[in-house]
């Protein structure tokens, strides 16, 4: 491998690359992470470089890919501390981009709690169809429209060419750029990480930077369960809710805090969203993206607007306190990012729901649900798997007023939770979003907008309420007030449990078929593997 006395003497840095060809995500991570190692050579230590794999949740959606996509995030985890540990290594810089990676990186972190840094890869810039910023998720939205020859085949076929013009995570506030905001937030990665493109200089730059910082951190011994305290979770929980993240962030925190130790209660989720509001839509279907986040000033600018209810004595990877980085913050874009007196929404981005069709709880992203559809109460549709939902939907088989209900689709009984995420885009497509919910124990991409409420846990394969609907029942929810209930007497669900019969797996084979069924946890304990 030609190294000399010289390299052995240094501090042995891995460099996590998760470099492949599938993922426009991680695509340019090769070319980043060689100005991580120069860092990290000019600092004094010796970069060694490893992959593992990463796959794509956006490529897998609405198919049967999506199955094997967070079950991934825990093979990751998995991978990186056997590759740490047999090597016996000093620190630890990990890039990535996407939507399992990210969790799985800092999982992997807080377990192996060698001095660790994140260098997360930035976003992808937006495409422009005449005046219009496009992304990914306005082809799967107006697919229905196309193929009923709304529109025409020229201009759906230009949005396809223009929607993803860069590498980089998905321009808008889906699962990744949550994630490299939070990474941010929770002070694992380097000030402005998050809000720069995969493609700006600025990134390559600090990327180099990350490297020089790993060496500084093992010389002064920081490791990231000193960066990762509660005060610095919940920091991360107050930036999410102020940007309208995704739901996928409440299984990934939740797998996070087990692996530090800490309890992050369901519920609590519910306390952040009444304490922080949402300032920055940068969610689907608004007129700002992630490149306008940035040139706001990015979470630095959006953590500066929450200095009264942030922990600003946390460590951060830098060495330095948060306050310290807080007070060289600006917001050039009061547009973007709102001042806490005048809010997007009043609330955070989450609400967790409990009654009797969700007893250990159920998350919707209220500040993406239109104000008609924050309360509502209509009859089931009921559905064991999605592709029969998207079947009816496409045939003109839901209608304005219903509650389709989408189950089997949990972490055991999917199994691996698949997001609804096509399902819901298309019906937001379809304009049915501002009458017809979703309920799923299946969960959601960050991308998704209208009444979808998900992760109701217990999930069917386990005999939660969900498994007991039937065409015709009558649900309600309130948002506002936490409510999920299912206009039945408990007897008569518990009596409907009894006489259930789950389909048939549809995967019996390999890991997922064979393995994690049996020792995957509820939603609510965040999918973590775990016996049972």
Known sequence: MNFDDEDLRRPFVAVINPWNELLPGHYHLRQLASHVKSGIWQAGGMPLEFGHIAPCDGMADGGIGNHWILPSRDIIAASIEIMVEASRLDGIVALGTCDKIIPAQLMALARINLPAIMVTGGYMMPGRLN??????????????????????????????????????????????NTFCCMTEALGMSLPGNASRGAVDASLYRLGKQSGRQIVSLIEEDIRPRKIMTFDAIENALFVHAAIGGSTNALLHMAAICHELGVSLPLSHWNDVSKKVPHLADITAGSKYT???????????????????????????????????????????????????????????????????????????????????????????????????????????????????????????????????????????????????????????????????????????????????????????????????????????????????????????????????????????????????
């Open 290 to 532: 992630m490149e306008d986040f940035g040139a706001a000033g990015g979470v630095q600018a959006l953590m500066h607007e929450l200095t009264s209810i942030l922990n600003t004595d946390v460590l951060t990877c830098t060495g330095k306190p948060l306050a310290e980085h807080l007070r060289a913050a600006t917001n050039w874009n009061s547009d973007v990012i709102r001042p806490l007196a005048n809010p997007v929404y009043p609330e955070g981005a989450i609400a967790v729901l409990f009654g009797n069709l969700a007893p250990a709880g159920a998350v919707v992203k209220q500040t993406a649900v239109a104000a008609e559809m924050l309360k509502h109460r209509g009859t089931a549709r009921v559905f064991d798997r999605e592709e029969a939902a998207r079947h009816a939907l496409a045939e003109h088989q839901i209608s304005p007023g219903d509650i389709v209900v989408i189950r089997y689709e949990g972490a055991q009984g999917g199994p691996g939770m698949r997001e609804m995420f096509t399902f819901q885009a298309q019906l937001c497509g379809m304009g049915l979003d501002k009458s017809v919910a979703l309920i799923t124990d299946g969960r959601f991409s960050g991308f998704t907008r209208g009444p979808a409420i998900g992760h109701v846990s217990p999930e069917a394969a386990e005999s939660g309420p969900i498994a007991a609907i039937k065409d015709g029942d009558i649900i309600a929810y309130d948002i506002p007030h936490k409510i999920l209930y299912l206009e039945l007497d408990d007897r008569e669900i518990q009596r409907r449990l009894d006489n259930s019969k789950p389909p048939e797996p549809r995967i019996t084979k390999g890991f997922l078929g064979t393995i994690y069924p049996h020792i995957v946890s509820g939603a609510g304990e965040g999918c973590i593997l775990k016996i049972r």
């Open 131 to 176: 005046k219009e910023s496009v992304g990914i998720h306005h082809v799967v939205e107006r697919y229905p429209k196309w193929k009923e020859k709304l529109i025409a085949d020229e201009k759906f076929h230009r949005l396809v060419d223009c929607c993803g013009p860069t590498p980089g995570a998905c321009g808008m506030m889906g699962t990744a």
